[in-house]
């Protein structure tokens, strides 16, 4: 079956319907690039080369229908067209990808194209819950970074639905329901009236077939015919408006609009009334919109209304007197019109036209009998934006694509993401979230073992910034635990409160072992040390009180064997309190300075090392080839001694680590199991990218010498694809 667009037949012959596009262009849009049009059918055709669609149709009419109801039924610019021809490269063909429609076409066509692209792919998840109705509206605006993604995706809607009959029923049924509920409205708010109501007609013939052929039945003659009978009733109430003397002594102007209801517009009415469609006065709506400020001009027009067409009785409803509870104010009435046939007339002036068009809610949910709830779509700044391309599309000039692009290019949810959970339900995060705000999303166990995450089927770091329409799925390990590093890298409160309390009660457990690591050595040494004297230590070994002592202790960030100078200081000289004022340090001690491992190279037992003094006298374990060696003598006048590992007693060393392999579903895992199986390693930490078919990741253990991270690195080595393993020196 060929598709008929006006009296051509699409999808006989390529070279004709090149033609007949090119002359749809000159006679809609005057003005456009010949040669894009051009570029953009040929390519179209050759990405679906061979392809036919559930109907048997070439698949490439389907693109081209699209591009002729972006022409004729929006209408929109050259640029919109060429999209339209290439909205579906990339979701059904393998010839050409992104790259190749930038090249070819320009970034612009490649972001329309890649906006209709991603929504595809949000279609696909087939979200059908009530409660996710609003978030996918939300994800649909966050997706609109340019109005023609939306505005092709409506002509895209419009094409399918006309051709729902060949889909199985609970596919066609499934795609009524979401034109309903998403796109209908999205039309209806961008002034797009006809493609909203034929819209609803299709989804409600496919959800509601029984009612929708009693009501098309009960109908005399076609929309068409009622659409020709509404100019013949509103013609005489134009002529005597006109010729009024007192409306044109007083400078009275109006605007005469009609219409006739489409079938799914009735259908409502009929539910709301309790009617029959016999019953309703008001399947031909005509309103007239004055404009004057003084309320009594619409008692006036209906006056001489009435002496052209007479009332029905009891349907004159003065809702100015006594306007709506959200103030709807207008003249509701019905009249009898050429042939006997009733007509609905509303007379309103122009300020009640405004409130009427901005202050209803959005009507979603008609089938399921609820009442108009709020949505995102009345949000003030949403309902400006798109009055703004109402007001285009109502005033359409030769100026219109270039005040399409100026003053409705812009992303509508900047502060506001949305993603997917593996199980397709949607989930919003502030902008920059990150799979860290994910993962505590879901649990704070989940949360605190988070490693990484694939997006989208590919592997990506902690810090990841998500993106609109992502798929997220978390990976962890039991090994896995939270570090300050991480409040960096999240965006949500929550995700912030749950790491700050892991770290504070994590603290608190490495301060009791310092403590009893403290209170052994004094056992050990048999000293007796008061508060004061204990705080005025601490200070002299440049922690700001006793618990960072402790942390220190009991995170082996500082050497025991180093404090054990003092204990030995204190037995042979007795304790004198001076001696531990700040910034007086022991005479007799070796070492007397706070030892740490630095951080830029982590040292293990067994490296060739070299230490760093401050000023400060804290002395810092470096590995001999570490480059911020140098820079720390030049900049900090450090001094650099000899240093030997028989000096220092820390007994575990955290040890950075980078493993690159190719990429494979099951590397997460045994990468882990390998870590985590090798005896006396602990993983504190694994951040994982995925890249162009590789993964890298960078891996935080504890072990205890060169020796054993060469164990680590021989068990890493046998893990499936991978490729190399390095200690990081920053």
Known sequence: MLIESKKY????????????????????LGKFDKNLIKSAFNLCIQAHEGKVRKSGEPFYTHSLQVAIIVIDEIPLDDISVASALLHDVLNYSEKYKLDDIRKQFGPTVAEIVTGVHKIKNIESYNIDQLNQLENYRKLLLSLFTDVRIILIKLADRLHNMRTLEYLPVDRQIYLANETLEVYAPFANRFGLR???????????KYTYRKEYDSIKSSLRGTRKEREEYVDRFTAPIKEKLEKDRFLRKNRIKFEISGRAKHIFSIYNK?????????????LVAVRIIINSNDDNMCFYVYGLIAAIYPPVFETFKDYINAPKKNGYQSIHVAVVGPDKKPVEIQIRTERMHRISEHGFASHFGYKRGLLPAQSVLDDKNIQ????????????????????????????????????FTPANEL??????????????????????????????????????????????????????KPSK?????VATSRAKTLISKYIRDDQKKVEEIGRNIWLKNLEKHNL???????????????YKDIPEFFVALGSHKFDIGRANDYFKYMLNDGFDRTKFEPGNKPAKSKLTSKISIAECCCPLKDDKITGLITDSNVLTIHRSECPRVKKEIESNHSKQINVD?????????????????SEHPDFVGELTGAIVGCEGITLEGMDLDSNAGRTDSDIVVVLKSLSHYKLLADRISKVKSFESIKRIIE
Not at 645 to 661: C, G, L, M, P
Request: proline share 2%; with cysteine; aromatic share 8%.
């Open 194 to 204: 006809n493609l909203k109501w034929e819209l609803e007609d299709l989804a409600f």
């Open 485 to 489: 590093q991480w409040l960096r890298i």
């Open 384 to 419: 400006e934006w798109m009055d703004t391309v109402r007001v285009i599309f109502e005033n359409t000039s030769e100026e219109t694509p270039q005040q399409l692009l100026e003053s409705v290019k812009k992303n509508l949810f900047m502060d506001e993401i949305h993603v």
């Open 427 to 480: 989930r919003a995060f502030p902008r920059d979230a990150t799979p860290l705000d994910f993962a505590f999303s879901i649990h704070s166990e989940i949360g605190y073992q988070c490693i990484g995450a694939k997006v989208n089927g590919k592997i990506v770091p902690l810090d990841y910034k998500l993106h609109n329409g992502d798929q997220v799925e978390i990976l962890t390990s039991a090994n896995q």
């Open 645 to 661: 590992w028989n000096d220092i007693s820390i007994k575990e060393f955290k040890s950075h680590i980078h493993v690159t392999a």
């Open 270 to 282: 009929m539910r709301a009334r309790q009617k029959a469609v016999g019953e309703l006065y008001d």
């Open 9 to 28: 037949i699409i999808g006989k012959d390529t070279n004709a319907d090149l033609s007949y596009l090119l002359v749809r262009c000159k006679k809609r």
């Open 528 to 542: 007796k040390i008061d508060q004061d004297d204990l705080s005025k230590l601490a200070k002299s070994l440049n």
